[in-house]
């Protein structure tokens, strides 16, 4: 028996762009597309009662932001998450829905397989954010966030060093694969460190632990 199809909801203000993704997305045997959103309000209330896998989100739009409506969805404890679409990807509405709990996020202008996939993988669990963008991104905004003094948060005091030096890496962009090279281990290893610091930073993914990083001032913009 095959696997039950990816519950998605579409959410975008403009009506034609909706409609363009459901023509994209619908016609993909393995995602079933639940319902449309016109904007966060709306998202909110519709994830709350369809409990969609995965919330594709707008992140400009009236009433309430995507980056409001990421926040309600992740508060709410759903078991939905949320991939965000944007015109611009260094924008700090993007750092906002990662902050808030998004799992990653694409550029509206983004071929329809990268879409698809992407979707797929915010399914099975993962993040979707190019590293490098991501480290740019919060790169650029951590410094109006600098924490108030330089000792260790408390938040990481619970990994091991090379947790935390796996850490470091993540959040300057390197694929596991890089970080491997970095330390001279396997690439499995650095999957079983990136598994347990995820596990004890109570973060669902390695875009949140990135998230973390900076916040926290574990790494620094231009460190």
């Known amino acids: 028996m095959s696997e039950r199809p990816i519950r998605l909801l579409l959410v975008d203000d403009q009506q034609l762009l909706r409609a363009g993704?459901?023509?994209?997305?619908?016609?993909?045997?393995?995602?079933d597309?639940?319902?449309?959103a016109s904007d966060g309000v709306e998202a909110f209330e519709l994830t709350r009662r369809l409990v969609p896998d995965v919330v594709l989100m707008d992140i400009r739009m009236p009433?309430?932001?995507g980056v409001a409506a990421t926040s309600d969805i992740v508060?709410?404890?759903l078991k939905t998450r949320v991939l965000v679409l944007t015109t611009f990807d260094l924008d700090e509405y993007v750092v906002g829905a990662l902050r808030a709990g998004a799992a990653g996020f694409l550029t509206k202008d983004a071929p329809a397989a990268d879409l698809v996939e992407a979707i797929r993988t915010v399914h099975r669990g993962g993040a979707v954010v190019a590293p490098h963008i991501l480290s740019t991104l919060?790169?650029?905004f951590a410094e109006h966030h600098r924490p108030e003094n330089d000792g260790t948060p408390a938040v990481l005091e619970a990994l091991t060093a090379r947790e935390r030096e796996v850490l470091m890496l993540l959040a300057k962009g390197l694929t596991n694969a890089?970080?491997?090279?970095s330390l001279t281990v396997g690439e499995t290893t650095v999957k079983t460190h990136v598994g347990h610091l995820l596990t004890k930073l109570g973060v669902r993914d390695r875009v949140q632990a990135v998230v973390l990083a900076y916040e926290s001032g574990l790494v620094r913009p231009g460190q």
């Open 75 to 77: 508060e709410a404890s």
């Open 63 to 65: 009433r309430r932001d």
């Open 178 to 181: 890089e970080i491997a090279d």
């Open 33 to 36: 597309i639940v319902g449309e």
């Open 21 to 31: 993704f459901k023509m994209v997305l619908g016609a993909e045997p393995d995602i």
């Open 138 to 140: 919060l790169g650029r």
